[in-house]
Every structure is written in C-alpha cells, then in structure tokens.
C-alpha cells in the first residue's frame, strides 16, 4: 500500500539538508543533497510505518487517486 507523507525540508548552516515530518512520528532523515535526503526519508517513513503497524496507532491514509506534487526545477 503507498502512502503519501509531507516532509518538511530545509538546509542547514552546515550544508546539509534535514528532513521531518508530522506524518510519521519519529521521521528525521539527514543528506547532502535533497534527492538523497529524499531518499533516506522514504527509507525511514517505511521502517517506521512497519513498526507502528504493530502497535495501536492509527494508520496513515492511503495514497489518492490524484495529489498535488511540488516539483523543484532548476535553472
């Protein structure tokens, strides 16, 4: 089943980038680059909807047939 999570994305005086979310308790994931902070969140927001699943939290909505997408391009 997908899910769709917003992250909270911002970069850091030290240069990296550092991503949360209020979706996924817990979610916090740390890269050089956005695609790879990206990445390491999609990678954390799993682990850790697997192991809430097998608790008493309610569960994050499945993803919709349609959905906004901020598309980052640079020029």
Known sequence: ???IIQLHIEKLPEGVYLATSDDVQGLVAQGRT???TIEIARDVAKRL???QSDENTPPLPPACEAFDYPLV???
């Open 73 to 75: 391009v640079a020029t």
């Open 34 to 36: 956005i695609q790879e």
């Open 1 to 3: 089943m997908e899910h």
């Open 49 to 51: 909807i697997e192991a």
